[in-house]
């Protein structure tokens, strides 16, 4: 089945400092990708929806000059987490759905701590 | 208005029960899917559902369409079944809308 691999799965980082996050489709082409977030004891909160080759749209309320999403071919797209602060220590996971439509697949998660 | 609801929020069980945990949405979907997440924040996906019934190994999932609801059972479960249980729906458009996760904690 299809599988998305998300990248670093862990990661701590110094505030001020920025952090990028990998999705990558393994064995399909995803014309859309998805980003959420995750507060604690929270459910997942869709960040915003990348495109191949556009911008991403982003939801109401998240920063897109904080948030930047890169989506540059039909396997990969990068989530970057420009000079971090301890509060966008979170957990973050993408979501890819496939060219034909079918078989949404998500990434395992990343966790981000900014100290 | 897209609107997920789990239940129960919190369940524990001794090892060997039946578990059933519980996902209603408002309107008419076009997919679901049971995740599972680990305590270390990994999230795998468990099923995929658009109609019926799917079972791999212990895990049965279904879903009626017209009752605009789905279940998920863990047959003769195990403490390593313990994790938090997400019910991630599909409405019109691409993106996905989550319950707000089901913690399950099974006692050996």
């Known amino acids: 089945g299809a599988v998305v691999s998300q990248h670093p799965s862990r990661v701590i980082c110094k505030s001020g400092t920025s952090v990028k996050i990998e999705c990558r489709s393994l064995?399909?082409?995803?014309?859309?990708m998805f980003w959420y977030r995750q507060f604690p004891k929270k459910s997942l909160m869709l960040m915003a929806t990348?495109?191949?080759?556009?911008?991403?749209?982003?939801e109401q309320g998240v920063e897109k000059d904080k948030f930047l999403i890169n989506h540059a071919s039909l396997t990969l797209s990068t989530l970057t987490v420009t000079s971090a602060h301890p509060e966008d220590s979170s957990f973050y996971i993408c979501?890819?759905?496939?060219?034909?439509?079918?078989?949404?697949?998500f990434g395992s998660g990343t966790r981000l701590t900014v100290v | 208005k897209n609107e997920v609801e789990q239940s129960p929020q919190n369940l524990t069980a001794q090892e060997g029960e039946f578990i059933t945990i519980n996902c209603s949405y408002s309107?008419?979907?076009?997919?679901l899917h049971w995740l599972q997440q680990h305590p270390g924040g990994g999230i795998v996906s468990l099923f995929m559902?658009?109609?019926g019934k799917k079972k791999h190994g212990r895990l049965i999932a279904t879903i009626n369409i017209q009752e605009k609801h789905s279940s998920l059972h863990i047959t003769a479960s195990h403490p390593r079944d313990s994790a938090v249980y997400i019910c991630?729906?599909?409405?019109?458009?691409?993106?996905?809308?989550f319950g707000t996760g089901t913690s399950l904690t099974v006692i050996p």
């Open positions: 991630a729906v599909k409405f019109s458009g691409n993106q996905f809308y």
């Open positions: 979501s890819a759905l496939p060219e034909d439509g079918y078989g949404y697949t």
């Open positions: 559902l658009s109609s």
């Open positions: 064995d399909f082409q995803a014309t859309t």
């Open positions: 309107v008419g979907i076009s997919a």
């Open positions: 990348s495109n191949e080759g556009s911008k991403a749209t982003y």
